[in-house]
């Protein structure tokens, strides 16, 4: 199947941008059935405004007291009270 390079129109600031002919081949073995509907400089932007400038989500932290040594620490998952929960330092040494 032989590609040619088209010219569309991008959805949120109305240039016009090219689809070239190596775009369209890798849409194709990637299975995408749409064609892009923003230009370059519009899908980075709002990729980065998606993503809030940090690649991950802060975690929700949730405060605990270690089961071994007392100090209070930070856990990044909700504690359940079957469990106990130790700080960093305990829990490497009981590893």
Request: proline share 5%.
């Amino acid at each position: 199947m032989a590609f040619q390079d088209r010219t569309l129109k991008c959805k949120d600031c109305g240039s016009d941008f090219v689809f070239t002919a190596g775009e369209q081949e890798f849409y194709v073995e990637k299975g995408f059935e749409n064609e892009p509907a923003r230009c370059r400089v519009c899908r980075d932007s709002r990729k980065r405004s998606r993503d809030g400038g940090d690649a991950r989500p802060q975690r929700e932290m949730h405060q605990v007291v270690c089961a071994q040594c007392g100090v209070t620490t930070q856990v990044p998952f909700k504690p359940r009270n079957d469990r106990p929960i130790y700080c960093r330092d305990c829990f490497s040494s009981n590893r």
